[in-house]
């Protein structure tokens, strides 16, 4: 997601950003498009909101400890709760930044794609764990349980 003010969605004033990272590939899509149905609300933050941690699923303050911190530090924080990569532009050079974004957003895009294969491998290395655990579990199991022919050999 690309966050920033409503003039950030200026042209002008963006440098072209998003549609640069849409040429590469990554669906964008700004803070105004979240949504706000009820349903998808709760199941995305209704555990919290249960649990008493937030008193609403648009409430940030579990995140947002001191009201008057740089937005920057708790968006910082909230993506960093979630595990999910972070990148920010800031300090670009108002004259000249094409060189310095396009720069920025291929490191961008070969960060996420190398996150994408750690992602990858993890979950292929889980599903393999799993089939590992599940036949040791089938073997331990089998020798767990009585032979009938034993039974029927002592009953004899």
Do not use: C
């Amino acid at each position: 997601m690309l966050l920033g003010r409503p003039y950030h969605h200026d042209p002008g004033l963006n440098h072209g950003i998003a549609e640069e990272l849409q040429k590469l590939g990554y669906a964008v899509f700004s803070q105004s498009t979240l949504p706000l149905d009820e349903d998808l609300l709760d199941r995305l933050f209704g555990d919290e909101v249960r649990a008493g941690a937030i008193a609403h699923p648009l409430d940030i303050s579990d995140v947002w400890k001191i009201s008057f911190s740089p937005i920057f530090s708790v968006i910082e924080e909230i993506v960093e709760r979630s595990g999910t990569p972070f990148f920010a532009f800031k300090d670009l050079d108002e004259n000249r930044p094409a060189g310095s974004i396009k720069l920025r957003l291929e490191t961008i895009d070969y960060s996420l794609r190398r996150y994408q294969e750690r992602l990858a491998q993890r979950r292929r290395t889980e599903a393999r764990i799993g089939r590992w655990v599940g036949e040791y579990e089938r073997r331990l199991r089998a020798r767990l349980e009585p032979d009938p022919s034993a039974d029927a050999h002592r009953n004899g």
